[in-house]
């Protein structure tokens, strides 16, 4: 630490009107949807009938014994409360919400711990690891693969480990843009704490609201942005993890050939090598200037290749986000069977009307015509779809409480393969959906994400299930997009991780030799195996 | 593979009009200077003298006897024969040109094999592995970090594996702009290969003349642009290793939110886990617009925040390299004691005249004054800058004939902390210096890369030996060196790697729990510890 860099004072307790967070399904309980409108939206998906499944209260709930219990020194950072536990069972995946509704808590953690510093972590692994408790770390719970649900069933108990307490901005390097930062923080606290510098770390995926730092680099986040540094991974300058076996520190510096980089081991291990408490983050100086454009196509493929021109300009734009038909009019951009693509450009140094033009004018030479953009903000067209992005999960928790299937899967692969991939999925996908529901269902297309050498294409889809059996009808439908997925050469997952549910296509994607290190580094880190068992490695393997 | 990409046919045998390769020194023989030469520029450097010391020939030398032999099977790719030892027994670091000069050949290897496929390597390690034979891969032997060069003296014997042979682009996918290109390409034939395609990878290290992909890819090269991708780290979308515990292919894709990425840990392994056979890398369209422009900077500091906020803006030079008041001299840039910046800005797309008017504005800001361009072809500052950089090693190989101390090392570090670093260099380096050689000698600093958190500083040191004790004259600043970077928290290495020569200071650095993760891997992935002995690890680790 030098004299350049400032150390924060500790912030003042943050004040208690943070809204309640709902315990079985996305956000913030009072933005859930009312019983009515989860029927009125239901009534939209053909097949769909039927009233909202009732919410369970906490006091009903079966919770298995509580088989463990933490020593008295570490007592006061742990609950065995039946609250903490609920929900602190699942992610918030569709099947995590319709479990979590049917009161399904066979995989209940039997404690939470919250640490408030790096010490009570290292003395919680400590304890674990010599009680053969597993460890499941936990940011804010925003999971969508099963990677904070413990499943192994081979430890005497499970400890949920909420890192929620390490939620500050440490200190802040003005010169070089870049803050220390504890792994815990959420999102909107992580950006309050850094405005007053007039700084952001400008990450923003879709669960920024729910979803932590640590949450981030452990599973190798993609922000909102399209183009150019939008992965997690791309914004970490160092990393400091507690493992079982040590403390590792890595070096803080923006750029570093000596061995294979340390920091790269760690992000997207998962939780299952270590627990990330603190790291060095790139930032960037708030955008001053920005601009958005929608251009609608009347032909997907017309489209698909006016995104791969963009993508491969060099002009990067910020937003570049292609909606298929189906994705376009369920969004009500546009209706009609066009595609529709919205681009935004962003800038902290100076105009960028230039650049959107260009990016315009490419969209226009093929094919696509540009919506005139009604309001004067210039980043209306950006602006809309945002809400609507982040209200998404909360409607797909009204439809879930009608048995409505509703949920996604994402992927990347290059643009030779795309159009096949595409196609692939709509008739083998399509087909799982015509089966396990009896009716076509919806499957939507957009691109959440494109590199000059591909797009990452994010599939939506809604069909309705039948009460009772919503999550083994998702399951049919999941396996049979992971089975496509990897026949078509494409990644079982660009953001949303590993965690135990993507396992299969996971382990095909691997490489053996790779998986051989892996697992030795993971013996080295963890020799009790007790961290997140079952997530990238089996359980028995630790 | 699908049928949007094309197989190409095996290319027509090379010509054998390629210069020949120096054995002792930098690349071409028939670039090397002239005894007359050598002196005259050793003249410049105050306290040099004497003539120059004698090329000593390829039978004089003394090699040690060959322990061991390859089976019938292999014998056809495997090589003892004086010269070919001669020639893999070192990198190119001046202390290794020195050590050639003076006939020094106890690190030569046994044997040298030249695989001609993977099979080859496969079988050559399968052997290597049974027979206690350590195998140092070898691209073209620019390692200046004594990558390439076998000191533990454990193994029964050493075989040297030259990846020459494997030199071919393999598949081209335009719509992608990716290609699979053979490990053992050199840079010109690599671009003169896809050439024809209208692609490059615009990859562009000093060594770019005499070092291979695969030597790229194990070492974490830099390229020669400032910003944004330089790193060929950036720049794969997959990679094959033959390593002794099977041979590891990871999914070619844009981007993987799948477990740590497999190809990051190969990436920087510098020859220790596997050899890289083959990886599908990103292309890009050959640049058709360049322009560049100079600023000369009255004082160093002021032209520091004039390159941070270029670093900072998000405006992405290819060029941006600062020179200071030292080295803008030694290169005949400016003279009077100031700092050159030279910029340069290159798209495939449109034209960037007004980028670098914004460039050169920013500079102006910070109190720079822009150099009038001589010549009309927008490219003349950099194109200097360019062949004067090519030609240095030979230069360099000169100087060391006169047993004139001329050696660099580079690190990266943040913005805030670059001030107190290139003081402290200047400080105890500069004690070094004048302790070893009784002389000032010269110091220099350039950027070779910037990042928006901090510069990659590359130093230059000229300083007079003394016959016969010039390499452990050099080894005495060096280790004064390695301390003053480690004390400044900067890195041991930005892209020369990390080697041999490299181990101290990269043993402090690497924090622990990832070095036992490591060791773990390199244990799993290569049980019989063959793979180039103590690179990155001690050689009885493995």
Redesign the interface.
């Known amino acids: 630490m030098?004299d350049?860099?400032s150390s924060l004072p500790p912030s003042p307790p943050r004040p208690d009107s943070a809204p309640a967070r709902s315990w079985w399904g996305w956000g913030a309980l009072d933005q859930a949807l009312p019983d009515a409108e989860c029927a009125s939206l239901a009534a939209l998906v053909p097949g769909a009938a039927g009233s909202p499944l009732p919410i369970p209260s906490i006091a009903s709930l079966d919770l298995p014994a509580v088989r463990v219990s933490a020593p008295a020194a570490l007592a006061h950072l742990v609950s065995s409360a039946p609250a903490d536990r609920a929900a602190h069972t699942y992610g918030k995946a569709f099947r995590d919400v319709v479990r979590a509704l049917y009161g399904d808590m066979a995989a209940a953690p039997d404690l939470v711990a919250r640490p408030q510093d790096e010490r009570d972590v290292v003395d919680l692994l400590d304890w674990a690891a010599g009680a053969d408790v597993a460890v499941v770390p936990y940011g804010a719970g925003s999971s969508v693969v099963g990677g904070v649900e413990y499943r192994a069933g081979e430890q005497s108990g499970v400890l949920s480990l909420d890192l929620s307490g390490l939620d500050r901005v440490l200190e802040i390097?003005r010169?070089?843009?870049?803050a220390r930062i504890q792994a815990g923080v959420l999102g909107p606290d992580l950006e309050s704490q850094l405005r007053p510098h007039g700084l952001t770390l400008r990450h923003f995926p879709q669960s920024f609201a729910f979803s932590t730092l640590g949450g981030w680099l452990a599973?190798?986040?993609?922000g909102h942005y399209a183009t150019l540094h939008t992965?997690i991974d791309d914004l970490v300058?160092s990393l400091r993890?507690v493992?079982p076996?040590?403390?590792?520190?890595?070096?803080?510096?923006?750029?570093?050939?000596?061995?294979?980089?340390?920091d790269?081991?760690?992000?997207?291990?998962?939780g299952t090598?270590?627990i990330i408490t603190e790291a060095w983050m790139?930032l960037?100086?708030r955008p001053s200037h920005k601009a958005s454009a929608s251009v609608v196509f009347e032909r997907f493929p017309a489209a698909v290749e006016a995104v791969?021109a963009i993508a491969?300009?060099?002009?990067h734009p910020a937003n570049c986000r292609l909606l298929d038909p189906g994705e376009a009019a369920l969004s009500g951009v546009a209706a009609g069977g066009g595609s529709v693509l919205v681009l935004g450009v962003e800038?902290?140094?100076?105009p960028v009307e230039?650049r959107l033009a260009?990016l315009v004018a490419l969209a226009r030479d093929h094919g696509g015509s540009p919506v005139e953009e009604a309001s004067g903000d210039g980043d209306s067209a950006a602006g809309t779809w945002r809400s609507a992005f982040l209200r998404m999960p909360y409607l797909r928790d009204g439809l879930a409480r009608m048995s409505v299937i509703s949920e996604t899967f994402e992927?990347?692969?290059?643009?030779?393969?795309f159009p096949?991939l595409y196609e692939a999925v709509h008739r083998d996908v399509g087909a799982a959906v015509q089966k396990v529901t009896g009716t076509a269902g919806l499957i939507n297309c957009r691109f959440t994400?494109v590199?000059?050498?591909?797009?990452?294409p994010y599939f939506t889809v809604i069909a309705p299930g039948r009460h009772g059996a919503e999550v083994a009808m998702w399951d049919e439908i999941k396996a049979a997009a992971m089975e496509v997925l990897g026949e078509q050469?494409?990644?079982?997952?660009?953001?949303?991780?590993?965690g135990r549910d993507?396992r299969p296509?996971?382990d095909r994607?691997?490489?053996?030799?790779?998986a051989?290190?892996?697992?030795?580094?993971k013996?080295?880190?963890d020799p009790a195996g007790i961290l997140n068992p079952g997530v990238?490695f089996d359980a028995a393997t630790a």
């Open positions: 030098t350049r860099t390097d010169i070089s843009r870049a599973t190798r986040a993609g992965h300058k993890v493992t076996s040590g403390v590792s520190q890595s070096l803080r510096v923006p750029g570093s050939g000596a061995g294979p980089s340390p790269r081991l760690f992000l997207g291990s998962e090598l270590g790139r960037q100086d791969r491969q300009s060099g002009l800038s902290a140094y100076g230039g260009e992927t990347a692969c290059t643009w030779d393969r096949a994400h590199y000059p050498d591909g797009p990452a050469g494409a990644t079982v997952t660009h953001h949303h991780a590993v993507h296509g996971y994607q691997r490489p053996e030799p790779f051989l290190a892996l697992r030795a580094a013996q080295a880190l990238l």
